[in-house]
């Protein structure tokens, strides 16, 4: 695990059975860790309050701030304000191998921290809208590219004229309607 990810621990074993917080900083550096991913520039704070239990964690966690995204309209990039708010679930000693479930993580009971980077990462990246652009969640529409939008409708105007039928399809159609 590299030093960069290595901030995103929680060491658990020393801490008092009850309630913990912690914040973290989601910036550039934490977004290159995860190169395959659409995100690599963001600026966002991660609040994780922990309720260490006998053999169980339990994180709540929310994450607000913007990540750098590519507009779906003129394909510049901005700053999209994004908000995220999740549990995490885990367990530490036998885990439980039938089942499949996403927000618990199983500890050995050796195990003394947990990296809860890819689960922020994550849920970052859940966090995202399936649409992009300029004008959603406070981002102002005017900053979209003028240029580009006059392309668009330059194609989109072109979508809605008649097309012209070649004359040769018409005489096949004339065929095949005998």
Request: net charge negative; proline share 3%.
């Amino acid at each position: 695990m590299s030093s960069t990810l290595s901030r995103y621990s929680i060491s658990f074993k020393g801490l008092k059975l009850g309630k913990h917080s912690f914040e973290f900083v989601l910036n550039d550096d934490f977004f290159h860790e995860f190169s395959e991913g659409e995100i690599s520039k963001g600026q966002l704070i991660a609040k994780v309050n922990l309720n260490r239990q006998n053999h169980l964690l339990e994180f709540k966690v929310t994450i607000k701030g913007t990540v750098q995204v590519v507009c779906d309209r003129c394909l510049n990039l901005f700053d999209l304000p994004i908000t995220f708010k999740g549990e995490l679930f885990a367990r530490i000693g036998l885990s439980d191998a039938d089942v499949d479930n996403d927000e618990i993580i199983y500890l050995a009971e050796e195990e003394h921290e947990v990296n809860i980077a890819q689960y922020l990462y994550e849920s970052v990246c859940l966090s995202l809208p399936l649409k992009r652009y300029h004008g959603m969640n406070g981002t102002n529409a005017s900053d979209c590219d003028p240029e580009m939008l006059a392309k668009m409708n330059v194609v989109n105007d072109n979508d809605n004229m008649p097309d012209e039928v070649d004359p040769r399809w018409e005489q096949l159609k004339k065929l095949k309607n005998n």
